[in-house]
């Protein structure tokens, strides 16, 4: 796994944390836990979670409190959280967990393998974006260092369109655009 982030697992019986961890053992991951919301939002704090996997009811803090509480903290409002209900399907918490930008809700029992095909699609595109981040603020940090060559103009999208040649105008100027069947005199 070429990231140091974790996928942390958060449910409040031992039995649940046990299977998701089971299942997703072979996705080779760094799986962290925690028992309790309260302790969810430390490790999410503490930094380097590129996942949360989240019980919904749980005491004291549930897992739309903690998910309200990360969407609020600029360092945590980009992970991405997959919520887990034992209750069923209710249209009160979809409504509520999709509003909050969860990328998921499933089910307990969930299926292992569309647990882990789920959990690498959303952990693989976090990494990347979280790697494109780094990358665009190396370079920014390298345009604006003393010494640096002076800053030009990036070109734009649509300056050049594969299969144009670069002698041709770009725009033509209406009048020399006419029908086949026309003849300029």
Do not use: C, N
Request: net charge neutral; charged share 25%.
């Amino acid at each position: 796994m070429p990231s140091d982030a974790r996928i942390l697992i958060v449910d409040d019986h031992e039995g649940t944390l046990y299977a998701l961890e089971s299942a997703l053992a072979p996705l080779g991951y760094r799986l962290t836990r925690a028992t309790s919301g309260d302790d969810a939002l430390k490790e999410v704090l503490r930094g380097q979670v590129g996942l949360l996997l989240l019980d919904v009811r749980m005491p004291r803090v549930s897992g739309l409190d903690v998910v309200r509480y990360m969407r609020r903290v600029e360092q945590t409002q980009h992970i991405p959280v997959i919520l887990l209900t034992g209750f069923g399907a209710d249209a009160e918490l979809t409504s509520a967990a999709f509003g909050l930008g969860v990328a998921d809700l499933l089910l307990k029992p969930v299926d292992p393998w569309t647990l882990r095909t789920k959990v690498r699609y959303l952990y693989d595109a976090h990494q990347r974006s979280r790697a494109l981040e780094q990358e665009v603020r190396a370079l920014r940090a390298r345009l604006k260092a003393p010494g640096a060559p002076p800053g030009r103009a990036l070109p734009r999208p649509d300056a050049h369109v594969p299969g144009q040649r670069e002698d041709a105008p770009a725009d033509p100027a209406p009048e020399s655009i006419s029908a086949p069947h026309e003849r300029h005199t």
